[in-house]
């Protein structure tokens, strides 16, 4: 597989933090991706909220199948583009470990929680998890992986969080944020599968709920359209027992949809910009997307799951009991750090002397609460206040 010239080439990595000698076999971005996938952080994704808690099905996306199906689309864009599969796969598996249990009210009662001591935000941590949080080498925290994977792992951020990562690491990964300038194409695409994953799953995991029906899904178009043009095809899928199959053929041919919408336009942009290489790239504007008709249709599915799903008064209702767990783990540990793992508590007690011994107090007991999966943080939330909420 040639790698395009505008693509990320593992033999010219800017490297990793500490330095490593190459393995025998395998490129710098294959073991990038080997790495997480043996991470502690990744085998917890599985007990990780999406959409719907662990515990309300079994068939629900996670945040592990989640993080597969991102990959899965990621590389199927980036081998016609010529881009690095391995890389993009490294970053894909990646893009989620900082999520907090409970998915996004999770990160919302942390954020308000956290809010005088530096918030929170699940991208940061997704790269504090693979940089220091993970305890499995020797010679150094976290995983080492190369400049390109943290790089996409970090999607977005602040232009105050970008100075302090300048400050910590100057010319690294806080530097593309201060100049304004774009990330590799395969962290562009990994940003782009995500949304394709999550538009096509939560529409599957919305109907098995119950809470949307395919009746409702006909005021969004790109779902509609496909629907239209497999009943003409199928016209025996529409008979009560075919609703799966049914289902499964549009969102079939949706993720097709976006997948070949999103191979064209970035093809039709790349010859447009002619990137000769990843430094180019990065002066460009971005360069992976979907056509504009494309792009609106997304759009407007988004808006329609948002309000129909995510909003949903049982999702919401969760959601509640969700965030009052996080708030007051986070109150009980923050009283008594006794109470967190040994880890975290010596990790505590290490601080303590600390110049700023508060903000670094509350990021251990973040970190703790961040890394938990759904149903540990329900049960530790049950042993210390008595109090089952989920
Ligand atoms: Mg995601």
């Not at 999770?106 to 998890?129: I, P, T, W, Y």
């Not at 970008?162 to 690491?169: C, D, F, G, M, V």
């Not at 990330?183 to 809470?211: K, V």
């Not at 003409?232 to 997948?259: T, W």
Request: charged residues 25%; contains cysteine.
């Amino acid at each position: 597989m040639t790698l395009a010239p505008y693509a990320c080439d593992p033999a010219k990595t800017r490297g990793r933090r500490y330095l490593e000698q190459p393995a025998p076999t395998r490129s710098e971005y294959q073991r990038d991706r080997d790495r997480i996938v043996h991470s502690t952080a990744f085998r917890r994704l599985v007990y990780k909220t999406q959409v719907f808690l662990n515990h309300e099905g079994d068939l629900f996306r996670t945040r592990l199948t989640h993080s597969l199906e991102v990959a899965q689309l990621g590389r199927s864009i980036a081998r016609p583009l010529g881009l690095s599969e391995d890389l993009v796969e490294a970053i894909a598996l990646a893009h989620d470990l900082g999520h907090t249990p409970f998915g996004h009210a999770g990160q919302d009662a942390l954020n308000e929680c956290m809010a005088n001591q530096g918030g929170f935000e699940h991208n940061l941590q997704s790269l504090r998890v693979v940089d220091h949080l993970e305890e499995r080498y020797p010679a150094f925290d976290g995983l080492n992986l190369t400049f390109e994977t943290r790089e996409g792992i970090l999607k977005h951020c602040s232009q105050h969080n970008a100075r302090r990562l300048e400050e910590e690491e100057p010319d690294g990964l806080g530097r593309r944020f201060l100049d304004r300038q774009q990330p590799s194409l395969e962290a562009q695409l990994c940003n782009l599968a995500d949304e394709i994953a999550y538009n096509a799953h939560d529409i599957d995991d919305g109907i098995r709920s119950g809470l949307i029906s395919l009746e409702q899904l006909e005021e969004v178009p790109l779902f509609a359209s496909h629907r239209r043009e497999t009943l003409k095809q199928h016209p025996g899928l529409s008979q009560p027992s075919q609703m799966r199959r049914q289902l499964y053929e549009v969102i079939r041919r949706m993720l097709s949809a976006m997948v070949y919408d999103v191979i064209e336009t970035t093809r039709a942009s790349l010859s447009k910009a002619e990137p000769d290489s990843l430094s180019a790239v990065r002066q460009l504007p971005p360069l992976v997307g979907f056509s504009q008709e494309m792009q609106q249709r997304s759009v407007t599915l988004k808006r329609f799951l948002f309000a129909n799903l995510y909003r949903h008064p049982q999702v919401l209702q969760k959601s509640e009991q969700a965030k009052h767990i996080v708030c007051e783990l986070f109150e009980a540990y923050a009283l008594d750090p006794s109470e967190m793992q040994a880890g975290f508590t010596a990790r505590l007690d290490a601080v303590r002397d600390q110049a700023d011994n508060s903000q670094a107090g509350a990021r251990v007991v973040a970190d703790y609460i961040a890394g938990m999966t759904d149903r540990f943080a329900s049960r530790e939330h049950e042993r210390l206040t008595g109090r089952r909420l989920l």
